[in-house]
């Protein structure tokens, strides 16, 4: 059987930081096993049938690994300890709550003379309301340093999550989208439907899983959409302009771009960024996708700056 492609998503990276040590170890030998059979017998797997799209998981001890798979894919959704919560989202409802129902009109009942000149009427009850910032729910557990530490949040945001009491001041962190999505994935778990709809990396190894666990390895390739296949095959000679709001994937489709440039027979080629963290995280892309060292690929990565 030849082995299959596998990707990730954000969630499941963020959910394996969330493991201890030899949990991690042993799901980097459960996506292994994966690669070769997806539905191996060593990996007790079970077809959840209320999902779409062929979920299945397996076990991993006390925890569930959850993955879909086809034909020479597989797509690492979740992994997660189980519990009550494994099969289910948690986000909190944050909504406001709705006005109670008016009561139904009753049928109107006979009074007598005496009843209609002196009963007083009966004032109607204030109703109840309740503003946004009065709907408070508390944290499943508080964000402590030690676990922003495994969860690998830069310390310079450790202060200002450390002080979130109720759920949704967390909406209101002054902090990057990507750490925010890591606190929310390991607090709120999500549900797998939502999951299966987030955007795929590319998992050259699993030994990356244990290297991601570690820090060694900050970034995963994004895998390109049909548009962006349609970008990378176009005009191979001369420079072309890609336009694009954050996050829509131009960096990724720039690293591509070089791997396409060497199949033409391009070389050397210069990849030039703006800041020394996007030229770190470039290089790392690009060892993935070439898969070698970038001192081996005839390939060079710099900032504009330093030009």
């Keep these: 059987m030849t082995a299959c492609t596998v990707s990730v998503t954000n969630t499941f990276l ?98 007598s003379p005496t009843s209609q000149a002196h009963a007083p009427k009966e004032a109607a009850p204030p109703v109840k309301t309740i503003a946004a910032g009065e709907v408070k729910t508390a944290l499943p557990r508080q964000p402590t340093p030690e676990l922003l530490a495994q969860w690998q949040i830069p310390q310079e945001y450790w202060n200002e999550i450390c002080q979130v009491s109720y759920s949704e001041e967390l909406l209101e962190l002054s902090i990057p989208e990507r750490f925010l999505s890591r606190i929310l994935d390991n607090l709120f778990p999500r549900a797998i439907d939502d999951i299966q709809n987030q955007a795929e990396y ?73 800041t020394n963290a996007l030229a770190n995280y470039s290089q790392q892309l690009l060892e993935q996708l070439l898969e070698q060292p970038i001192e081996q690929t005839q390939v060079g990565v710099s900032t504009a700056d330093s030009l």
Excluded: M
């Excluded at 791997?259 to 033409?264: N, P, Y």
């Design 202 to 274: 590319r998992l050259q190894d699993p030994e990356d899983l244990n290297r991601f666990f570690e820090g060694e390895l900050s970034a995963f390739l994004l895998r390109l959409d049909a548009e962006q296949e349609k970008l990378l095959q176009f005009g191979h000679q001369g420079p072309i302009l890609v336009k694009g709001g954050p996050g829509t994937g131009k960096s990724t489709l720039a690293v591509y771009r070089v791997q396409r440039l060497l199949e033409l027979g391009y070389r050397p080629i210069l990849f030039a960024t703006f």
């Design 14 to 111: 963020n959910e394996l930081l969330n493991l201890p040590k030899k949990i991690s170890n042993r799901v980097e030998k459960t996506v292994r096993i994966l690669k070769e059979d997806p539905k191996s017998v060593q990996l007790e797997p079970k077809k959840l049938k209320q999902y779409s799209n062929n979920v299945y998981r397996a076990r991993i001890g006390d925890h569930r690994l959850f993955y879909s798979f086809g034909h020479g894919w597989v797509k690492l959704l979740s992994v997660r300890r189980r519990d009550e919560r494994t099969y289910t989202g948690c986000l909190p409802d944050a909504s406001l709550p709705q006005q109670p129902p008016q009561e139904a009109p009753q049928s109107a009942q006979p009074q």
